[in-house]
């Protein structure tokens, strides 16, 4: 149980209002089951958009599968309360009082404080806590102490009066816990985050002490500091394992419970120890069973339900060491998957054909297993909003070694694309009419290969020279690394190698993703950033600096210009073989510093291109934006698994249903997934 934590005894209060609400909520349909068109769209509010995906193909499934798929699904929705501690030590407490106050309150809720109070209700849930699930800035409150005050105090008495001003602080304060990731340049990264990953240590404390446990002579090493939050005892530097008895262990325990229970239904012998790895990973925290565990998960390609259960991405820790608890349940799209299974057999030809130095090229490309998938629930750090593609384990050496697994997630970037329909984003920012017909052809099928390349053979080509420590590129790590896999898809997206393994059948159809990285990266994704900030977020500075990098690199040939129409900006890309070129010079620097670990190489780019805000272009796309009326942010809700059970309590059937809404299936996550409230 989470030790910043401080509300246990309020909670039974808590639980029984929760659960009446989730009673009286599920009685309002929100979307029937019929033979209507599926409805993607399931709530709007601030910046942000939640649709729902179709768990198509789930009905196919065999009885065995969908057991797994259920168990699978519950042992991912009992770590839900493990990413919201991570993110902010007092975002489970908040959460409790901003859900009681949601459930419960009686007061007008037409008054303009009741509508931001709601709208801050939902970013929160959205964001898994008070800061921005991609900016990470602290939400600003647009309803007033007073108000709260007041309203907590129709609360049942004492139920909040532990820490009642710690929480008033984090919501009302713009001093305290204003960035749950801060990477500005010359900082203290660890003292300026408000995540919850580190407690009473400074950065240079926290680098020394892994300096001092790591060995550069190890071929295979752990993954320090995945699994960790890194603290002081008695003035010294200690780790607090996430583990079975160590911190997490409440929610932890269900985890393993379901697992156990999913075992029982396994594929076959493969998939079964996987998981039993994977509970004997959770059982001891170590982290060499981690790495066999994630050996065994990348080999084992036979099996059609698959998972991820974990401490996995860094993106949430300032160095990029610790893991976000995560899950995705998915099974594989047997007819999709084509296109990646034909990529993945050509590894070895696209890491030979690579136009980086033939040092850094790996002389054997082992493993490379590649899918499409359906996603069958999302949970932790991919919920609600979802990555699109996955390429896992992290750790080079078990990439090199064993290979990897890839996958694209095209439910979810279906319902990306359906929900998108007619919003009028390429009539205002696409330059003209042959280059949006060319958008609406193949900008689908492209994006899902970019998506392929990215994850299934970007991440996993290249290599580390001898020595190289896996962490040199320090908190610039995940943006470099988001930057050569998207530059090694650029580059052979358009490269005639697909079009002779049929995975596209025109040879101009890659423009399409060129041009709608290049205008995204130097200008759609700003609508994302607040008028006056820089760019944090990794991926969005990967987007920028590749984009940023080729105009500048190919201004004097006029590769791609800004041109100015009726008062707008618009995106002209002239020579898209000379941008091909482009991407594959920046590729084959990126890699150079990957491979040699030139920490101040890398700082360098991702500081001169990636970081600084155009400020009266910032502008422009925000006015345009907001005549369009799009929201910048999108995720998901989850379908809901309900198992058919017999007299005897065995699982017959599990049924898939999409009738939850948003607000409706927080609580109920709320009240009954509350693993840290045991």
Request: hydrophobic fraction near 40%; aromatic fraction near 12%.
């Amino acid at each position: 149980m989470s030790n910043n934590y401080l509300l246990s005894n309020a909670m039974s209060t808590f639980k029984n209002l929760l659960s009446a609400a989730v009673l009286t909520l599920s009685i309002s349909p929100v979307m029937a089951q019929s033979n209507q068109p599926f409805n993607y769209v399931v709530d709007r509010f601030a910046d942000i958009e939640v649709l729902r995906y179709q768990v198509t193909g789930f009905e196919d499934l065999t009885l065995n599968q969908k057991r797994l798929v259920y168990y699978l699904t519950e042992a991912a929705l009992w770590g839900r309360d493990i990413m919201w501690d991570q993110n902010y030590k007092y975002n489970l407490p908040l959460r409790d009082m901003l859900e009681a106050v949601y459930v419960s309150y009686s007061g007008d809720r037409t008054t303009d404080e009741y509508q931001a109070f709601e709208r801050y209700v939902k970013q929160v849930e959205f964001a898994n806590g008070i800061h921005h699930h991609y900016s990470t800035d602290k939400f600003v409150p647009g309803f007033s102490a007073e108000w709260l005050t007041a309203a907590v105090a129709q609360l049942p008495a004492g139920s909040w009066t532990p820490v009642q001003a710690e929480i008033f602080a984090a919501i009302f304060d713009p001093a305290v816990a204003a960035k749950r990731v801060n990477q500005v340049d010359g900082e203290d990264l660890i003292v300026t985050s408000a995540n919850n990953l580190y407690d009473g240590v400074t950065q240079q404390e926290v680098e020394d002490f892994y300096a001092a446990l790591k060995d550069p002579n190890d071929p295979t090493p752990i993954s320090y500091g995945l699994n960790t939050r890194v603290t002081k005892v008695d003035g010294a530097v200690v780790e607090q394992i996430y583990k079975l008895d160590g911190l997490y262990s409440g929610a932890i325990a269900h985890i393993v419970d379901n697992l156990t229970r999913a075992m029982a239904y396994a594929e076959n012998d493969a998939q079964r120890m996987v998981i039993a790895r994977l509970i004997d990973y959770y059982t001891t925290g170590d982290l060499a069973t981690f790495d066999d565990y994630s050996i065994r998960w990348a080999e084992d390609t036979a099996s059609q339900v698959d998972f991820i259960n974990g401490f996995i991405e860094s993106y949430g820790d300032p160095l990029g060491m610790t893991g976000a608890w995560e899950s995705i349940v998915n099974f594989k799209d047997l007819a999709a998957s084509h296109r990646t299974e034909v990529l993945s057999a050509n590894a070895q030809w696209f890491e030979d054909h690579s136009p980086i130095d033939a040092r850094f090229r790996k002389p054997t490309v082992k493993g490379v297993s590649a899918k499409v998938i359906t996603a069958a629930i999302l949970a932790g750090d991919a919920y609600p909003a979802t990555p699109i593609g996955i390429n896992l384990p992290n750790a080079n050496w078990i990439r090199a070694a064993h290979g990897s697994k890839s996958v694209t997630i095209e439910n979810i970037t279906r319902a990306y694309d359906e929900a998108s329909h007619g919003n009028g984003f390429a009539e205002e920012f696409v330059i003209d009419d042959a280059t949006r017909a060319l958008m609406q052809q193949y900008l689908f099928i492209t994006d899902n290969l970019h998506t392929d390349l990215h994850e299934c053979l970007g991440h996993g080509s290249g290599q580390l020279l001898p020595g190289v420590d896996p962490d040199a590129l320090k908190e610039h790590g995940s943006t470099l690394e988001e930057t050569r896999a998207d530059l090694f898809a650029l580059y052979y997206l358009a490269d005639p190698k697909l079009i002779e393994l049929g995975l596209l059948d025109n040879p101009d159809a890659y423009k399409a993703e060129y041009y709608k990285y290049i205008l995204n990266g130097l200008m759609t994704q700003l609508m994302r950033i607040e008028p006056g900030k820089d760019i944090e977020e990794a991926h969005m500075r990967n987007r920028q600096l590749i984009a940023a990098w080729c105009y500048e690199h190919g201004r004097k040939d006029k590769v791609i210009e800004l041109v100015r129409r009726k008062g707008k900006t618009f995106i002209k890309i002239n020579d898209y073989d000379a941008l091909r070129r482009l991407f594959g010079e920046l590729l084959a620097e990126i890699q150079r510093i990957r491979s040699e670990g030139d920490y101040a190489a890398g700082k360098a780019l991702v500081e001169r291109y990636a970081v600084k805000v155009d400020r009266k272009l910032h502008q422009e796309v925000l006015r345009r934006y907001a005549t369009l009326d799009i929201a910048p942010y999108r995720g998901f809700v989850n379908p809901i698994y309900t198992p058919v059970v017999d007299a005897n309590g065995i699982i017959t059937d599990v049924k898939v249903t999409y009738t939850e809404g948003y607000m409706e299936q927080m609580l109920r996550y709320s009240s009954r997934y509350a693993g840290l409230r045991d």
